[in-house]
C-alpha cells in the first residue's frame, strides 16, 4: 500500500493506494484541489466566494455548483432553513472569520435565506453582498472530485480528508465512529463497501477548529448543541457530507424519504441512534 | 497514527473548541473556577501575545456554554487541568436538558441506546477512524486559547 499525505483546505487528507500516484495523477489532483479552494475558500480574497461577498451581482460558478448548490437548496428546502450556505457572515462574525480572529462581534448578522439569491446553473444571481460557506458539503465535493481524477488511473483508491472518506476497493473498508468525547474509543464501526462514502461531524471538537465547518442552524444563528456527532454513509462523498450536517438540525425522516443513505447520530446527553440498514456495529 | 500522544492532542483540542465556543457565543452560564486563581471563562481574545513563553497557573479549570437551539437549551461543560504548564487532564461533558435531545422518533430508527461508551479502538481491526475533522490550524488557535485563559 501507498499513503499520500496532503495539506488541502484546512486539513489533512490520506490518499491510499496500491501502488504510489503516478506524477501527472499527483499534479492533476492538486490543481483539482487549487481550483477549488481559488472558487470556494471564504478565507482568500482572490476566490470567487470572495467576489461575491462583496457586492452584489451576477456570478457565473465553476462546473462543481451545479451539483454543490442545486444539493444545498434541497437540503435548504428539507432543512427548514437550517441548513443554508449564507451562513459565512455569520460565522464570521461569531469570530470565525478569514484572521481566525475567535472574536464574536456585537451583533452577528442574521442569515438571509437561500431564497433570497437565484441559483440557475452556472449564474448565481444576488442583490446584496453574501458571504457563501460551503462547509457542510463542499469538502465532501471535492473529495469525489480528488477520488474521480485517481480513478482515471486506478481502480483502488481511499480518499480521506479528516472526517470525509471515500472508499473503492475489493474489500470493504472497516472503519471506527470515534467517540465525540473520547478520541481513544469508538461507538460502532461502519463497513464501506466500494464506491461508498462515509462522512463524520461532530461539533465539540471543531468549533473554531476546522477550515471548513461549523455547525449553524441558519434560522437561529447560533451553533446546534443537541446532537453532537453525526455518521453518514452514501453514494458519494458530498451526499454524505451535506446529511452528516444536515442530521444536526433535521428531522431524519426528511432526509431519509429523500436523499438514499444511511446514517448515526449522537445526542448530547449520549443517546445514539441509527437507521435500520447502517451497514456495520454499533457497540450498545 | 493513533499514538497515546495523538489522543492526548485530540482531546486537548476537544476542549479548547468548547472553550472557545464558550468564549465566541457569549454564553449566558459561564462560569469559571481554579484552584488557586481567579481565571473564569476565556476572555473572548487574548492579548495578542499568548504565544509568547510563559507560566500558567496550576489549578483545575472550568467553563460552561450553553446555547439555545431548535430543541431547546443546551449545554456543554470542560473541566482541564494544569499542572506544570501542561495540561495533564481534560474532559468534555455535554448537558443536554430538554427539546428534541429528549425525544425520538422511532419508526425512523434502527436502533437507539442510551449513553453509549463504545470500545477501545486499540481493540478493533479498523482501516480507518471517523471522527471530527481538525486542522493543524485550528488545533493551533485552540491551544493558544487556552494558553492565554491560563496565563498566570
Known amino acids: ?284 | 497514527m493513533k499514538t497515546p500522544a495523538l489522543r492526548t492532542m485530540l482531546s486537548t483540542a476537544a476542549a479548547a473548541s468548547a472553550l472557545l465556543m464558550t468564549a465566541a457565543c457569549g454564553a449566558s452560564d459561564s462560569a469559571g473556577s481554579t484552584s488557586d486563581s481567579s481565571t473564569s471563562a476565556p476572555a473572548a481574545k487574548d492579548n495578542g501575545d499568548s504565544s509568547s513563553s510563559g507560566t500558567y497557573k496550576d489549578g483545575d479549570y472550568e467553563a460552561e456554554g450553553s446555547y439555545s437551539n431548535p430543541g431547546g437549551e443546551s449545554t456543554v461543560k470542560v473541566d482541564l487541568t494544569i499542572a506544570d504548564n501542561k495540561i495533564t487532564d481534560v474532559s468534555v461533558t455535554p448537558e443536554a436538558t430538554n427539546g428534541t435531545s429528549k425525544q425520538f422518533q422511532t419508526k425512523f430508527a434502527g436502533g437507539v441506546a442510551d449513553e453509549v461508551v463504545g470500545k477501545s479502538i486499540d481493540d478493533l481491526d479498523v482501516g480507518a477512524v471517523a471522527g471530527s475533522s481538525l486542522t493543524s490550524k485550528g488545533f493551533n488557535q485552540a491551544i493558544e486559547q487556552i494558553k492565554g485563559e491560563a496565563q498566570a
Open chain 1, 1 to 284: 500500500m501507498a499513503s499520500w499525505r496532503l495539506e488541502a483546505i484546512g486539513t489533512a487528507w490520506q490518499v491510499d493506494t496500491v501502488q504510489p500516484l503516478a506524477a501527472d495523477v499527483v499534479a492533476e489532483v492538486l490543481d483539482r484541489i487549487e481550483r477549488f479552494d481559488r472558487s470556494w475558500s471564504r478565507f482568500r480574497e482572490d476566490s470567487v466566494v470572495s467576489d461575491i461577498a462583496r457586492g452584489p451581482g451576477e456570478f457565473v460558478m465553476p462546473d462543481e455548483a451545479d451539483a454543490l448548490l442545486t444539493f444545498y437548496g434541497e437540503l435548504a428546502d428539507l432543512s427548514d432553513g437550517a441548513v443554508n450556505p449564507l451562513v459565512g457572515r455569520t460565522l464570521a462574525d461569531l469570530g470565525y472569520d478569514a484572521d481566525y480572529s475567535l472574536v464574536v462581534s456585537s451583533a452577528p448578522a442574521a442569515v438571509p435565506p437561500w431564497s433570497s439569491v437565484a441559483w440557475r446553473a452556472p449564474n448565481l444571481t444576488t442583490t446584496e453582498p453574501v458571504l457563501i460557506d460551503v462547509g457542510a458539503a463542499g469538502k465532501g465535493l471535492l473529495v469525489d472530485l480528488v477520488a474521480a481524477v485517481i480513478r482515471r488511473d486506478v481502480d483502488a483508491v481511499t480518499v480521506n480528508a479528516s472526517g470525509d472518506l471515500l472508499h473503492a476497493g475489493a474489500e470493504p473498508l472497516r472503519v471506527a465512529l470515534e467517540h465525540p468525547a473520547d478520541p481513544t474509543r469508538a461507538i460502532g464501526v461502519a463497513l464501506l463497501e466500494s464506491g461508498l462514502a462515509l462522512c463524520a461531524s461532530a461539533t465539540n471538537r471543531r468549533a473554531w477548529g476546522d477550515g471548513l465547518h461549523h455547525v449553524l442552524d441558519a434560522r437561529t444563528g447560533r451553533p446546534t448543541d443537541d446532537v453532537v456527532a453525526t455518521w453518514v454513509v452514501a453514494g458519494s462523498c458530498m451526499l454524505a457530507d451535506g446529511l452528516a450536517t444536515a442530521h444536526f438540525l433535521t428531522d431524519p425522516a426528511a432526509l431519509v424519504g429523500r436523499f438514499r443513505h444511511e446514517f448515526v447520530r449522537m445526542h448530547a446527553d449520549g443517546r445514539v441512534e441509527w437507521s435500520p440498514d447502517f451497514p456495520g456495529e454499533m457497540f450498545t
